[in-house]
């Protein structure tokens, strides 16, 4: 009973991670199946179920899956050294007027949110490995695992075809899948059912109906799963992680039916090696370029400059979003960069970690493999681990798919499948209380000493452990549903749900190729009717704002500094409300510095910088909103509107720093832009504020 109800949750767990979309509350309902699996795991599994699973984990395992979560969790805590921290916490505490303790990670909300990635994947791999103990629940994991896979192929073929790839998130299908991991695998684990119905043709001599039928599904997963490798055109990186762990597959059966002894698997792994090599040689490398991003096909220029800025200790797991907009160029969306997963783990957790996750991923490789060839049946089990490793660790290479939440579930159930099938049970790890004699492997070098006592105390401690995993997944479970968006912080969102609130709040006309779900991020902003804009930028509505919105803003941004549109929103509450903690001026320079290049918050801040005292009198805020007039004349014209708006209710050093700027074009383009946009000359008067949609002006 126990084992299916694992089963079970195993299975909502991964469908529930590719079918829902990526939002707080599908994670949360993962985590909350997998807590109440573990802790059933830990009270109600029998003495030898437990004393295998400790034989399966070794120390060396143990400390493998501890030292990432370790790692996250030094990122996290305050460091008591000033000056050993990122330099964006002392710059935050300065404009927040507010203590800050610096730590490595530039956005605590983002590390937290990677932590519970892994710690639920981590989970799940336990539960795959308790599952998989047995023979016949590991092949029906193994039936399981390519069954998913084959759906998630078929979808990514579906939407390969029809073109989904172009669809908005709302208008695109209901799976989400970008990446070719979930189709390599799933390559992997149908490779190792076709060889194990080889293996049960061999020995049983004849075909049975459900031989047949084994062999048709894992044809028809290869036939999908190879299918959707191909179309989706991303380079022969792909398809070579795919070879590579089919080939463990392949080398493994060969060994075991045809080439037997050390010369015959010497030969059979020199074969592979080469043709890998011989393989390795099509890809196309970037050359003068990090490692991390040699092998990507895509156009990796923001990726390529965060790695240029990434000290040893990485800038905090999960915060290579956060660190987008301060690396990309001028209005390119956030979605056209696609970086590798080796770039984005480079980043996050510094060039050491990646090079150990590497050295980990092949070690981990040659074990399962070793493990595979030391036994005679059921070595399909521990071959798919060993593929599955060696594919990923190619992939992490190529692109970013292996650390998306479901791919990383898919994995880690592999992993537990082929450590749970990595060796066989021992008499006294079944039974443990019945000897105390020396047991060992049939075919082992010799006997081992497996007291009775040994087994009690491993028995004992596996059960805290698994509770203790318990109790973390329910506590990240009550942190998803409590807080979706940042720990003590505000869904921005809902700050810009109401549209007249919004407008009054912006009181700046909107270029109408940006979208609107109610974020300040690019791309991400309503456009309302011009004339209704430049309406509300002239009347100035006033809308009552509730006065805890700017602290509501400031704790947000004491766990997430690099929020640009954060930054900027209190900027401009501050200069409406004027409170005393805050320097506006310092604000709108840190929303500068951690959105430079995003263009949807350009309206708002020239309204804000240009309508602002302080900003004409400091050097480098001066320069950094002649950047933004120069984008809005020379480079954007789709936002000359809005320079417009906020040259009206610009103060006097406003208006004459547009002037300024100005009078250094050319005489003719001088008189063109005028002409354009009306500015009036030094002295004149402004036109009223109803006629500035008139004739001559950008609609």
Request: hydrophobic letters at 50%.
């Amino acid at each position: 009973m126990l084992v299916r109800f694992l089963m079970l949750a195993l299975l909502v767990s991964v469908a529930a991670a590719f079918a829902m979309p990526d939002m707080p509350q599908a994670r949360a309902l993962c985590s909350a199946l997998l807590a109440i699996a573990v802790l059933a795991t830990a009270a109600f599994a029998s003495s030898s179920a437990i004393a295998r699973l400790v034989q399966r984990l070794r120390l060396f395992l143990l400390v493998v899956l501890v030292v990432p979560a370790i790692y996250m969790t030094i990122q996290l805590a305050p460091i008591p050294i000033h000056g050993s921290g990122n330099p964006i916490w002392a710059t935050a505490s300065a404009a927040l007027n507010v203590p800050l303790a610096e730590r490595l990670t530039v956005d605590i909300g983002a590390t937290v949110r990677a932590f519970l990635h892994y710690g639920t994947a981590v989970a799940l791999a336990l539960i795959a490995t308790v599952v998989a103990l047995d023979k016949q629940r590991a092949w029906q994991l193994l039936t399981m695992l390519v069954s998913v896979a084959a759906i998630v192929s078929a979808y990514l073929l579906v939407r390969q075809t029809i073109g989904a790839d172009s669809l908005s998130p709302g208008d695109g299908p209901a799976l989400v899948v970008t990446g070719a991991g979930p189709a390599v695998l799933g390559l992997v684990l149908s490779a190792a059912m076709t060889a194990r119905a080889f293996e049960e043709r061999r020995r049983v001599k004849q075909l049975s109906f459900r031989l047949t039928t084994t062999l048709s599904f894992a044809l028809l997963a290869t036939l999908l799963c190879l299918s959707a490798i191909l179309a989706r055109g991303d380079g022969t990186g792909t398809v070579i992680a795919a070879l590579l762990g089919v080939g463990i597959i392949i080398a493994a059966f060969a060994i075991q039916n045809w080439f037997y002894g050390v010369w015959g698997m010497a030969s059979v792994l020199a074969t592979a090696a080469i043709l890998f090599l011989a393989a390795v040689t099509l890809l196309p490398v970037r050359q003068n370029t990090d490692l991390a991003i040699a092998l990507s096909a895509h156009d990796l220029a923001a990726t390529e400059r965060m790695l240029q800025d990434t000290g040893r200790a990485g800038f905090g797991a999960g915060t290579y979003v956060a660190l987008l907009p301060i690396h990309r160029d001028i209005g390119a969306p956030s979605s056209r960069e696609r970086p590798t997963a080796a770039a984005a783990i480079a980043i996050e957790m510094g060039r050491p970690f990646l090079y150990g996750v590497l050295i980990i991923a092949v070690l981990g490789a040659a074990a399962l493999l070793r493990c595979s060839l030391r036994r005679r049946r059921d070595y399909v089990y521990a071959a798919i681990g060993s593929g599955a490793a060696a594919a990923l660790a190619m992939l992490a290479l190529v692109e970013d798919g292996i650390l998306e939440f479901g791919a990383s579930l898919f994995a880690a159930a592999m992993f537990g499948l082929a450590v749970a099938q990595s060796q066989r049970d021992t008499g006294a790890a079944a039974s443990p209380s019945r000897s105390t004699r020396p047991v060992g492997e049939p075919d082992g070098p010799g006997p081992t000493s497996a007291p009775t006592h040994r087994y009690g105390i491993g028995n004992a401690s596996m059960r805290i452990g698994l509770g203790s995993i318990a109790v973390v997944l329910i506590a990240q479970t009550v942190w998803l549903l409590a807080q979706p968006s940042y720990p003590g912080g505000l869904p921005v969102e809902a700050l810009a749900a109401n549209q007249a609130a919004r407008q009054a709040l912006l009181r700046v006309p909107l270029p109408n190729s940006l979208r609107g779900d109610g974020d300040l991020r690019s791309g991400r902003l309503a456009p309302a009717p011009q004339s209704t804009a430049n309406g509300a930028a002239a009347s100035r509505p006033e809308i009552e704002v509730d006065p805890a919105v700017p602290t509501v803003l400031a704790r947000a941004l004491q766990y997430s500094p690099l929020r640009g549109d954060l930054w900027l929103m209190l900027a401009a509450l501050s200069r409406e409300q004027r409170p005393v903690e805050y320097d506006v001026a310092a604000l709108l320079k840190l929303s500068y510095y951690t959105a430079p290049n995003d263009l949807a918050l350009l309206p708002l801040r020239l309204t804000v910088a240009l309508g602002e005292v302080s900003v004409v009198s400091e050097p480098e805020l001066r320069e950094l909103v002649q950047r933004d007039v120069k984008i809005a004349l020379a480079r954007h014209p789709s936002f000359r509107p809005a320079l417009i708006a906020a040259y009206q209710s610009a103060s006097a050093g406003g208006k004459g720093l547009v002037d300024d700027l100005i009078s250094e074009w050319d005489s003719a383009a001088l008189q063109s832009m005028r002409k354009e946009i009306r500015v009036p000359s030094p002295g004149a008067d402004l036109p009223p504020p109803n006629r500035v949609p008139g004739r001559g002006t950008a609609r």
